[in-house]
């Protein structure tokens, strides 16, 4: 009986260890990026980042017709294999094995590959017909209560008391306020990030992103997202996604295990970027001065990518193109556009546009002062150092910053509305000035409100500037209702839209819950941007301006339908203002209809233009 005893325990024992030890061997793998891919794209090539305890020790086998594994490149961390592969136009969709096998131990992972969408509704691209709402989802409206406790890193949790805290705002939210934002004449939403930020401390603003390929289920997850584009896009709303090439949250996996040293921008001691933008078109910069700005990290929790290790460059430039076929979004903005490798940016860039020669892309270009520093980084721009951008957008902060001082002084030579004027002026090194995207206000500055003294004749007036200047008119939400401000505290700029909770005793989603102001500046929005909506004049029709003059600047839209004709009176005294100067513009017209009154003016020698007030008139 002993013996048997015995036997059994020899037996067990010899079972265990052999366990033990084929699992030290066993293959393992964490991540497969992209998760799948597509037939039929105009690049045949994929990279296949595959993550899993020494899986670099792996020989690596694809059976699969029209598919070739190019190349498999094992680098500094064992842990990671890169798989190029080449996808031939013959190849079908299915399921492609991919072999791994280390010693005795395989491991055979099923890749899908799938068949490229053709619904006409997706994957538009936005232009200058296009008017962008711009909103933070955790602060808009919160339609699924069930996702507010994740049990993420976030030890803040959801608290609407806390400005640094989620609120609890998502995806389902926006699903259902569409109609709002459609009836105040937007054809796009340009939402901030959404993909996952599991982070410590707050990270409701979605920069710090830990993972590029899951939308944060704090949201509702990557099916929220695919099922608001669907519902926008059936109520002929574009989606416009904001993206992030410079960073990532120092919690991401591939951060917390880095494939290779040179995967960021490593320093001795914390470095932080000068924000100096000028530097990288200045042709004078000093090499101390560049090398902040562009490997400098832009926040502690956020590493610095670098964009020049090819395998990066490959990983990011396949995850924004797997974005648009996947989720069907119509643009990208890309977040800090001119801190990574401006090559990269180009290459990025010429991928996405070449994939979708119909789509739209807009980089975050922030500096005020320029439009010739902005202008370096747009397509088409001759620029000194031979340096050529693909970029088809830029934010033109140029015309937010004179739009915003324009407004708070009187017209002088270079002051007033001459700022206005002299930055168009300056569009001859803007090649495609009439894609710039222009915004009065967004989530990194004060309130534009706040900016003009809380004076609603001057929000009016930048309102009737955007939906008539040229260019892609950005609306932050929140902008229709005079909302105000300060950027000096981040949330106080990022206030949750009252009626997107069902706590909310109020809501301003509904007339009945804005006050007079609110409602006053509403129906001006609602009626400007409708009437842009419906007139391409406003769109791509040419402007004429005229040297402003005692406190007023007058300007013209047009093309071979219509001509609509903008008087801005920035002065505090009515006018009765003498056309004849303009009669280049209006000698073939006889009257005027007032696009927001709809009254009709039937002397066009002399128009009467109130004080602080922006005409907007169809001639006729």
Same mark, same amino acid.
């Given at each position: 009986m002993k013996k048997i005893h015995c036997s059994i325990f020899l037996l067990l024992w010899s079972w265990l260890s052999y366990a033990q030890q084929n699992n030290k061997t066993a293959l393992t793998i964490q991540h497969i990026e992209p998760a799948f891919w597509w037939v039929g794209m105009k690049n045949p090539e994929l990279q296949i980042l595959v993550h899993g305890k020494d899986i670099a020790k792996s020989e690596v086998s694809i059976q699969y017709e029209g598919v070739t594994l190019k190349e498999k490149v094992a680098v500094e961390n064992p842990n990671y294999l890169f798989l190029y592969l080449h996808i031939s @136009?013959? $190849? *079908?969709? +299915?399921?492609? @094995?991919? *072999?791994f096998t280390n010693g005795k131990n395989t491991y055979t992972h099923n890749y899908e590959l799938k068949a490229k969408s053709v619904a006409k509704n997706r994957i538009q691209g936005f232009t200058n017909a296009d008017a962008m709402y711009l909103l933070m989802p955790d602060r808009f409206a919160n339609g699924d209560y069930s996702n507010d406790v994740s049990g993420m890193k976030d030890t803040l949790g959801v608290n609407r008391k806390n400005g640094d805290a989620r609120h609890g705002g998502d995806l389902k939210g926006i699903e259902e306020h569409l109609d709002y934002i459609k009836e105040l004449g937007m054809t796009s939403i340009w939402i901030n990030p959404v993909l996952e930020n599991d982070m410590d401390g707050y990270s409701y603003h979605g920069y710090a992103m830990t993972d590029l390929y899951k939308v944060d289920k704090r949201f509702g997850g990557n099916e929220a997202y695919l099922k608001l584009i669907d519902k926008a896009h059936e109520q002929g709303l574009k989606i416009i996604m904001d993206m992030v090439a410079n960073h990532v949250g120092t919690n991401h996996w591939f951060i917390k295990d880095l494939p290779m040293s040179d995967w960021i921008h490593q320093h001795k001691k914390y470095t932080r970027s000068n924000f100096r933008l000028s530097t990288v078109s200045d042709p004078y910069v000093s090499k101390k001065?560049?090398?902040?700005?562009?490997? +400098?990290?832009?926040?502690?929790?956020?590493?610095?990518?670098?964009?020049?290790n090819r395998h990066l460059a490959a990983y990011l430039i396949q995850n924004s193109i797997w974005w648009v076929e996947y989720s069907g979004i119509d643009g990208i903005r890309m977040d800090t556009y001119p801190y990574p490798d401006k090559t990269f940016m180009t290459n990025w860039a010429k991928a996405i546009m070449t994939e979708y020669p119909q789509f739209n892309i807009v980089g975050e270009v922030w500096i005020h002062n320029s439009s010739t520093i902005g202008g370096y980084w747009q397509a088409g721009s001759k620029n000194w150092d031979g340096y050529e951008s693909a970029l088809p957008s830029i934010t033109d902060f140029p015309i937010q910053d004179a739009i915003t001082k324009s407004l708070q002084e009187g017209t002088g030579w270079d002051s007033g509305l001459a700022r206005l004027y002299y930055t168009l002026a300056e569009d001859f090194v803007n090649p495609m000035a009439y894609n710039n995207v222009i915004f009065l206000d967004n989530h990194d500055v004060s309130r534009f409100f706040t900016t003009v003294g809380e004076d609603v004749r001057k929000q009016k007036m930048a309102i009737?500037?955007? $939906?008539?200047?040229? +260019?892609? @008119?950005?609306? #932050? #939400?929140?902008?229709?209702?005079?909302?105000? +401000?300060?950027?000096? #505290?981040h949330p106080n700029v990022r206030q949750d839209f009252l009626g997107g909770w069902k706590e909310d005793s109020n809501s301003w989603f509904r007339a009945t819950g804005r006050d007079e102001k609110q409602n006053d500046v509403f129906n001006y929005t609602k009626k400007i941007f409708n009437y842009r909506k419906q007139n391409s004049v406003l769109h791509t029709g040419k402007l004429v301006h005229f040297v402003p003059e005692n406190d007023t600047y007058v300007y013209a839209r047009y093309n071979?339908? *219509?001509?609509?004709?903008?008087? $801005?009176?920035n002065g505090n005294k009515d006018r009765d203002l003498d056309m004849s100067r303009f009669e280049e513009v209006t000698n073939k017209f006889t009257q005027a209809k007032n696009i927001v009154t709809d009254e009709t003016i039937s002397n066009l020698q002399t128009i009467k233009v109130p004080a602080m007030t922006v005409l907007v008139l169809e001639l006729k």
């Open positions: @136009p013959t $190849a *079908k969709t +299915g399921t492609m @094995p991919i *072999k001065d560049l090398f902040l700005m562009t490997d +400098g990290w832009f926040d502690v929790h956020m590493a610095d990518l670098n964009q020049q009737a500037f955007l $939906a008539t200047l040229r +260019g892609i @008119p950005q609306f #932050y #939400y929140g902008t229709e209702l005079a909302l105000s +401000g300060s950027a000096d #505290y071979n339908e *219509k001509t609509v004709l903008v008087i $801005a009176n």
